[in-house]
């Protein structure tokens, strides 16, 4: 019996290793792919629970697909198995990611060697405005939410601080749960509640922040700004990139905005979570330690992006059968989703400004943003169309 059980998991294991490995397009079509494998294939879960727990995570800050199978872990084993999960489909993008990282580093971006990888960074802008652009059908629906997501944009664009990201979208929760109030006349208190991971998500929160004021050191420092973008961040890895680029590139200076560029265009050709980004940007951060220095770099963005998301989950997944109905919740995210959508309209606008704007960059750009549109093609192809085409003009 024991031996049985070992065998399913290690195929429930090589099933998720195979997700991580070609797993694209974000959260909406992870889910997809998590319905053929998780539930049709192998009936790990139901077609009503996977539903289920994709709406309790989506109601959640992090990174929703990573939230979402971690949870699918804790069903099945509970929080070993979860851990264990969250592991197997994070460690594929993010090593990845921080080989790409050390790569650019190892030959410099702006090596004319690399030039090949120039096309990256107008294609990057036009999947950022092709997102803002899903995420605005899926999230905008009513008067308020376009209120709230053109008034996001235009404070995120004219503000200099990266604390106006999180300050808006509490604003947008609070506003919506304002104007929703009529909902609230069923609200029923959620009961037997266990604080100890919530304490935690919390305590590392606090404990992270105490010590990069303390000591200034650039590892705390990276840590507490990556676990605090993981705590806060509502609609996914596109809402993630601005943030980090506020943050990173124009306050702290940790990355030059091409640098930036360059991983957020390859990151549309790395299956798994989109929030592996952060992988790169630790290590980029921390690129004048040296190769050592990447390495725990990306050790830390990898760790402190998914790990706020991973608490929570082990927070809510007790009491979920509470909280996916419960109206102030639900009402809250719908204006966190509509400021999200303002966010990533700002980061389309914040990430095209380092583009050096001539005739060739605007091709690509505006082609990218088009095929998207218009056609079905995958991301990688798209990504592997533009350094061939680096290569061949």
Request: aromatic share 12%; charged share 10%; net charge positive.
């Amino acid at each position: 019996m024991q031996k049985l059980r070992q065998i399913k998991l290690l195929l429930y294991l090589t099933d998720i290793l195979k997700l991580a490995a070609t797993g694209f397009g974000g959260p909406q079509m992870h889910f997809t792919q998590f319905y053929k494998i998780l539930v049709v294939k192998r009936n790990y879960v139901t077609e009503d629970e996977l539903k289920e727990l994709n709406s309790l995570c989506s109601m959640l800050p992090g990174p929703t697909s990573t939230q979402t199978i971690t949870a699918i872990g804790y069903k099945i084993g509970g929080p070993s198995l979860a851990f264990i999960t969250l592991a197997v489909w994070v460690l594929p993008a993010s090593l990845l990611m921080l080989s790409f990282a050390l790569l650019i580093s190892l030959l410099d971006i702006t090596n004319p060697k690399l030039d090949f990888l120039r096309y990256l960074q107008p294609m990057a802008v036009g999947f950022i405005i092709y997102a803002a652009y899903q995420i605005k059908n899926l999230f905008v629906k009513r008067i308020h939410h376009w209120v709230l997501m053109i008034l996001a944009a235009a404070l995120a664009i004219v503000s200099e601080t990266p604390l106006v990201f999180p300050l808006l979208l509490l604003v947008g929760g609070f506003v919506s749960t304002q104007i929703n109030k009529a909902n609230y006349r069923d609200v029923k208190p959620i009961k037997n509640i266990l604080w100890k991971n919530f304490f935690l998500f919390i305590g590392v929160f606090l404990l992270a922040a105490l010590l990069g004021a303390l000591t200034k050191n650039k590892a705390f420092l990276l840590f507490e700004n990556t676990y605090r973008f993981g705590s806060i961040v509502f609609g996914g890895g596109h809402v993630l990139i601005p943030m980090m680029y506020n943050q990173f590139v124009e306050f702290k200076h940790y990355l030059e905005p091409n640098t930036f560029l360059a991983g957020v265009g390859i990151l549309q050709a790395i299956p798994g979570p989109v929030f592996s980004f952060s992988t790169y940007a630790g290590a980029m951060a921390l690129n004048d330690w040296g190769v050592m220095g990447q390495i725990l770099g990306g050790t830390i963005g990898t760790i402190a992006i998914f790990l706020p998301g991973v608490l929570l989950i082990f927070f809510v997944y007790p009491i979920w059968t509470q909280v996916k109905n419960y109206s102030p919740i639900k009402n809250a995210i719908e204006g966190i989703n509509a400021t999200s959508a303002g966010l990533v309209i700002a980061s389309a606008y914040l990430l095209f400004k380092p583009v050096e704007v001539n005739e060739t960059n605007m091709l690509v750009l505006l082609g990218t943003l088009f095929l998207l549109l218009t056609t079905k093609i995958p991301s990688p192809l798209l990504v592997i169309l533009c350094i061939a085409a680096g290569f061949i003009i």
